[in-house]
């Protein structure tokens, strides 16, 4: 897939999972947006995870520790055929398997998620019991830089290095703000870059809005032997829709019939230029 | 589940405590079985794992002293196709991951076997923090969890033969000290399916773990008195012996349940619901641990305080027959 049409499906993913939320009038607006970039480079051309190798064991895996940013993962495994992009007119609805964090209900999720702090333990295992077995594959985890404040990502990081797993990718959505405001104020979990080199990892900065650099960082996994890999992404919470941006307000609010007019109008402009160049 | 094992053991006689036949039987299993993986938090030694960990090193991981991460990581290697012993002190285990009890391994359904060890209060004197009363409550509210807590040596190597073979969660809560056989030699062993050790008409003891033994104890006391007992050893608490429980109920004047738990949403109170929600009402009487700051001593001595040796067992099941 060239770099027009990753950045293209990147504005589409916006506009559907605006579309996601507005429906359900539920969901998590800004998280989900400052994170789409990177799991469209992941899907499209990192990770190799189709559903006609899903239910083996021998493929890459990825799990999403920020549980919560759900619509921009149910949008891309729907884009990618695990599942009818209508069953998103479903979202958060009555009876639905589409709740509003991951579940192995859906196809294409293989942990449960939403509760902060576990997805680096799982992942942990999983690029374990790989490497007991002899695998290749490699096991990526998005997690939120407030989601770092949960200690159990330090326990997870402490046997991930002491066994030694380069088979393990910890991607950070580094935007910076979480529920409350800026992450710096409510309690701050920089530096991360000394903090998890410290805990013997290898880390890597990267623009996870620039899908060409994210491509590049992730083809570059394990950045050494022996060590798991952490990628710090600079991303912007609400990232595409001017109002939205860095904005923690749009952690979880659903725009109004106005905003969303806005908002689209703003994207399918953003549509345009992308298709211009 | 339906594998069954076969008692050899003959009754009363002392045995090995149930956390060394539970490191027994998982050194015969990962003879035949490379997936077979123990994840511990630093308690490779009160888990007497250590001759596990030496034959095979493999399949021994160890993530230090952090019980969510523990759980966590067996999770993973659940999902990675690992049968997955996560071994921790109970207390520990069930309490400080007990979220990722609940999300990584029962919501998700991954079939993690969580081993709480030196479990209720084999830990005796060093007091509540390493109690677990609380472990047949908190799990008992999960979705998906299988809860035993075996008897005696037969039920723990059955029950670990078992587990490994399960597609769901379970947690298995296993004694520290050496503890009497009470089964017969042709007893057998089923999860969800209580095992009726002596048969009796006047009261029926339902207990589970460690205080079997102290039931059957009670019901040869009784015996002398002419008070015909019944003894059920209800190992597993979820799925409950429903079947078994009701049995009880319609043949006997009254029932006594026992465990080594707080009285409070344990197996008293899973058996007194389903009682009444059946429409049987009978003389009945929860035993196990008040609600209070407990009582300072050994695993025995604890037994004692709170009426749940053969001695304090027997003396309630008369009063309760008399209905005093």
């Known amino acids: 897939m060239t770099t027009e049409e990753i950045k293209e499906k990147s504005i589409k993913y916006r506009i559907k999972i605006l579309a996601c939320i507005k429906q359900a009038n539920a969901g998590h607006t800004g998280g989900s947006l400052s994170c789409i970039d990177i799991l469209n480079v992941l899907y499209n051309r990192i990770l190799d995870v189709t559903p006609e190798n899903f239910d083996s064991r021998n493929r890459n895996h990825y799990i999403q520790s920020k549980g919560h940013s759900v619509e921009a993962l149910y949008v891309v495994l729907a884009d990618k055929g695990f599942f009818p992009e209508s069953d998103l007119n479903t979202y958060c609805r009555h009876g639905s398997h589409y709740v509003g964090h991951p579940t192995r209900q859906v196809k294409g999720i293989e942990h449960n998620t939403g509760a902060l702090g576990h997805g680096l333990s799982f992942c942990t295992g999983l690029a374990l019991g790989g490497k007991m077995d002899g695998r290749n594959d490699k096991v990526y985890t998005l997690l939120g830089d407030g989601e770092l404040a949960e200690g159990s990502n330090w326990e997870a990081l402490l046997s991930a290095a002491h066994y030694k797993l380069d088979n393990l990718i910890a991607i950070i959505d580094y935007n910076k703000l979480q529920i409350t405001g800026w992450t710096k104020d409510v309690c701050a979990t920089d530096p991360l870059e000394e903090k998890f080199s410290a805990f013997g990892c290898s880390v890597q900065h990267v623009d996870g809005h620039d899908v060409e650099a994210l491509t590049k960082v992730l083809q570059r996994v394990p950045f050494a032997r022996e060590q798991p890999s952490v990628i710090i992404a600079h991303t912007i919470k609400g990232k595409g829709v001017s109002f939205m941006e860095n904005n923690h307000a749009w952690h979880h609010h659903v725009p109004t019939d106005a905003e969303y007019a806005v908002a689209m109008q703003e994207l399918n402009q953003a549509l345009i230029e992308v298709r211009r160049c | 589940m339906k594998q069954k094992v076969t008692s050899i053991m003959n009754q009363l006689e002392l045995g090995k405590a149930n956390l060394t036949v539970f490191a027994d039987t998982l050194i015969d299993l990962a003879k035949t079985d490379k997936n077979i993986v123990v994840v511990t938090s630093d308690s490779r ?148 399916k209580a095992i009726t050790i002596c048969d009796g008409g006047d009261v029926a003891f339902i207990a589970t773990g460690e205080t079997v033994v102290q039931a059957l104890l009670a019901a040869q006391l009784l015996g002398r008195q002419g008070v015909s007992c019944r003894v059920v050893s209800m190992h597993t608490i979820k799925p409950l012996d429903i079947e078994a429980l009701v049995h009880a109920a319609r043949e006997c004047k009254a029932i006594m349940t026992v465990e080594e738990h707080l009285v409070h949403g344990g197996l008293g109170e899973a058996c007194a619901a389903h009682l009444l929600q059946a429409g049987i009402a009978l003389p009945c009487k929860i035993v196990g641990i008040r609600d209070e700051y407990t009582f300072t001593g050994t695993q025995l001595d604890i037994f004692k305080n709170y009426g749940m040796t053969a001695a304090g067992l027997a003396d309630a099941a008369v009063r309760l027959v008399k209905q005093e």
């Open chain 2, 45 to 192: 030694g009160s888990g007497k794992l250590t001759s596990f960990a030496e034959q095979f090193p493999d399949q021994m991981v160890d993530v230090g002293i952090a019980e969510q991460n523990l759980v966590g990581v067996a999770a993973g290697l659940a999902a990675a196709g690992k049968k997955v012993f996560a071994v921790s002190p109970a207390c520990f285990l069930t309490a400080r991951a007990f979220e990722q009890i609940k999300n990584d391994v029962c919501y998700s359904n991954h079939p993690v076997k969580l081993i709480g060890i030196s479990a209720g209060v084999s830990y005796g004197a060093l007091g509540s923090t390493h109690h677990s009363l609380h472990d047949f409550a908190a799990l008992r509210a999960l979705n998906n969890m299988s809860i035993i807590a075996p008897a005696d040596n037969f039920e723990t190597r059955a029950s670990i033969i078992c587990a490994a073979a399960m597609k769901t969660p379970v947690y298995i809560r296993l004694g520290k000290r050496a503890i009497e056989h009470v089964h017969e030699t042709d007893a057998v062993f089923e999860i969800g």
